[in-house]
């Protein structure tokens, strides 16, 4: 058993009435790592976080966070206990200075403080800003620091860096390894940049068709020849 990992999926199966979009999909998270979580179009990868942060309901299997069983519990439920998830924008308000709403998110959480969150990500600068006057690359940045208000253990991000330029995903990628080992963050990150993935990630698994294709460190899942054959080498 394993109550020592921060999060743990067991046998997660998510169904959208004929398609089965996650298959028995099991994976364990330890404090402080970063997963990589990669696959083809469709293999299951959002579906698979909506299923973690509680947003979608499960078929079967379960989700653990830190030892307990939290497959009962809703989206808010789960946040509050430290699973949390970016969501593509759209938990931003675009006319909203920054440090309001950062407060904003604070205030529904016990004990938050979203200056030192701001301080971390390098937002506090712009704290007086709002939101549609900054780059796309430091909205992206306040959707992960909304998402770290109260210090949650762990992070679910799906393709926080879609639309990022090299370097501001580099950028972002350097936050996220500061986040991991200083605060002891443990990030599950969907990315389909095969460089900043196997870049960033301390381990990776690879879903296919909803179900685990492969798992284990960057090197190990390079050289696995059911990921080789499913990429045809350009993850190698
Ligand atoms: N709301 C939905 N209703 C019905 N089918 C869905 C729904 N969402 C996803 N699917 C199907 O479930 C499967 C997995 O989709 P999912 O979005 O989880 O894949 P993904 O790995 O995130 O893909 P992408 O890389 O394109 O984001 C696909 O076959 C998809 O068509
Ligand atoms: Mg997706």
């Known amino acids: 058993m394993s109550a020592n990992y921060a999060l743990e999926a067991r046998d997660l199966s998510v169904r959208y009435g004929g398609v089965t979009a996650n298959d028995g999909v099991s994976m364990h998270l330890a404090q402080g790592e970063i997963r990589g979580l990669i696959g083809p179009n469709g293999a299951g990868k959002s579906t698979f976080i909506d299923a973690l942060s509680g947003r979608r309901a499960i078929a079967a299997g379960s989700v653990h966070l830190a030892g307990s069983d939290i497959t009962a519990l809703g989206v808010v439920e789960r946040r509050l206990l430290g699973l949390s998830r970016s969501f593509q924008r759209t938990s931003i308000f675009p006319g909203m200075r ?20 701001m301080r971390e990500l390098g937002l506090d600068r712009l704290a007086g800003r709002v939101a549609d006057e900054i780059s796309y690359g430091d909205q992206r940045r306040l959707d992960i620091a909304l998402a770290l208000v109260g210090r949650p253990s762990v992070l679910l991000l799906d393709e926080p860096m879609a639309g990022l330029s090299v370097e501001e995903s580099m950028k972002l990628a350097r936050h996220l390894r500061n986040l991991a080992r200083n605060w002891g963050v443990s990030v599950l990150l969907v990315e389909h940049d095969m460089e900043v993935v196997f870049g960033i990630s301390d381990s990776i698994t690879v879903l296919e068709t909803g179900k685990l294709l492969a798992e284990g460190t960057p090197d190990e899942v390079r050289a696995h020849p059911k990921v080789r054959e499913a990429y045809l080498g350009s993850a190698a």
């Open 98 to 117: 920054i440090g309001v709403q950062m407060e904003l998110a604070a205030s529904k959480i016990p004990d938050a403080d979203p200056d030192e969150v």
